[in-house]
């Protein structure tokens, strides 16, 4: 079982940057593919990249193509996902989450991941 804890959220203008990051407690942590995702008050939450336990591949949805890049250090058990460029509409609470299913690559944003941390949030003021 993987417990994530995120920090590294705040309030930043646009066109700045975050780095957030995942402590992701748990004997399987660096055996899982991890994923950071999203949630917008009033919206679903959605899916914003993964990681695979290796690192070698990853995927990001398209809004955030070549701004965020999410990394993993498995020996600092900790996933992280930097944030560039970043847009008023990037404002949302973000979660990290570990693919408890499925072993394809991409993976299905909606049912591989749980065991989902608090969350962190993040503030893009224009």
């Known amino acids: 079982q993987v417990q994530p804890v995120e920090s590294g959220g705040g309030l930043v203008q646009a066109g700045g940057s975050l780095r957030l990051s995942c402590l992701a407690s748990?004997?399987?942590?660096?055996?899982?593919?991890m994923g950071w995702f999203r949630q917008a008050p009033g919206k679903e939450r959605e899916f914003v990249a993964a990681?695979?336990?290796?690192?070698?591949?990853?995927y990001y949805t398209d809004s955030v193509k070549g701004r965020f890049t999410i990394s993993r250090d498995n020996a600092k058990i900790t996933v992280f996902l930097q944030m560039n460029s970043l847009k008023p509409e990037d404002t949302a609470v973000y979660y990290c989450?570990?693919?408890?299913?499925?072993?394809?690559?991409?993976?299905?944003?909606?049912?591989?991941?749980?065991?989902w941390g608090q969350g962190t949030q993040v503030t893009v003021s224009s």
């Open positions: 989450a570990a693919r408890i299913a499925g072993n394809s690559w991409p993976p299905h944003p909606l049912s591989d991941f749980g065991s």
């Open positions: 748990g004997r399987t942590f660096r055996w899982l593919a």
């Open positions: 990681i695979t336990w290796s690192g070698d591949s990853t």
